[in-house]
C-alpha cells in the first residue's frame, strides 16, 4: 500500500508570492491533516479536512487555506509569504476523522528569501 | 501554552540497554496518546499509541506507559539499538471523534544509541 506522498519536496520562493502544496494520502484515508515544522515552535496543527470538509483549525493566520477534493487528495495554500513561513510542511492521513494514528509524509520543505 | 512538554532535548544510552522517554501534559481532556520517531528530512514514523483507559501497551521492543494522575507519559525502548537513532515525538489528541485531526506534539527528544 502507498504511503502519503507530498509534492513538492522542496520549494524555494520569494517573499509576498504565493504557493500550493499537495498530499495524496493513504488509499482509503479521508482524513488529511497538515502541519508545519520549525525549530522554534515544533510541530504545529494547521488544519484537517475530512470528505472536502475543513473540520478543525490550527492558530494559524488566514494566508494558510487548504482544501481538499473527491478523491481526498488535498492541497494547501500559503499566500504573501514571508520569511517566517519557511518550514517543513508536513502531511498526515487518517482512516477516520478521530484523533488515530496519523500517517505522515515525508514533507516539503519550503524556504522563503 | 505548551501542552505537551518533552523536558528532556537529548537522551544518549549504550546498545542494549533500556531507553526511557518522557512526556508531560498538562490538559486533561487529552484522550489518546501517540509517540513517533523521526529521521532528518523524513515525515514523522508512527510507533506506537495508548488510550488514556489503559496504562500500559506493549508492541515488540517498545513499551508506553501512562500515569494519568501524574499527566505523564514514557516510551521504553529495550533492549535500544543502533538504528533507534532518531528524534522521538510525543503527541496527545483529544477522545476520538472529536479531536478532528488535530494532534498536538512536544518538542521532541534526541535519541542516540551507541554502538
Known amino acids: 500500500k502507498a504511503g502519503v506522498t507530498q509534492t513538492p519536496r522542496y520549494l524555494i520562493k520569494t517573499r509576498g508570492q504565493q504557493v500550493t502544496l499537495s498530499c495524496s494520502p493513504i488509499s482509503g484515508h479521508r482524513s488529511v491533516s497538515w502541519y508545519q515544522q520549525t525549530p522554534g515552535q515544533g510541530l504545529q496543527f494547521l488544519f484537517e479536512y475530512f470528505s472536502e470538509t475543513q473540520r478543525n483549525k490550527g492558530n494559524f493566520p488566514g494566508r494558510f487555506s487548504g482544501r481538499q477534493f473527491s478523491n481526498s487528495r488535498s492541497e494547501m495554500n500559503v499566500s504573501t509569504l514571508e520569511l517566517g513561513d519557511s518550514a517543513l510542511y508536513l502531511c498526515?492521513?487518517?482512516?477516520?476523522?478521530?484523533?488515530?494514528?496519523?500517517?505522515f509524509g515525508q514533507g516539503t520543505r519550503l524556504t522563503v528569501v | 501554552d505548551q501542552q505537551v512538554k518533552q523536558n528532556s532535548p537529548s537522551l544518549s544510552v549504550q546498545e542494549g540497554r533500556i531507553s526511557i522517554l518522557n512526556c508531560d501534559y498538562t490538559?486533561?481532556?487529552?484522550?489518546?496518546f501517540l509517540w513517533y520517531k523521526k529521521y532528518p528530512a523524513e515525515g514523522p514514523t508512527f510507533l506506537i499509541s495508548?488510550?488514556?483507559?489503559?496504562d500500559k501497551n506493549e508492541d515488540g521492543r517498545f513499551t508506553v506507559f501512562l500515569n494519568k494522575s501524574a499527566k505523564h507519559l514514557s516510551l521504553h525502548i529495550v533492549p535500544s539499538q543502533p538504528g533507534d537513532s532518531a528524534v522521538y515525538f510525543c503527541a496527545a489528541s483529544l477522545e476520538r471523534g472529536t479531536s478532528y485531526g488535530k494532534l498536538t506534539f512536544g518538542q521532541g527528544t534526541i535519541l542516540t544509541v551507541h554502538p
Open positions: 495508548i488510550s488514556s483507559i489503559k
Open positions: 498526515a492521513s487518517s482512516p477516520d476523522r478521530g484523533g488515530t494514528e496519523a500517517f
Open positions: 490538559n486533561s481532556m487529552f484522550d489518546y
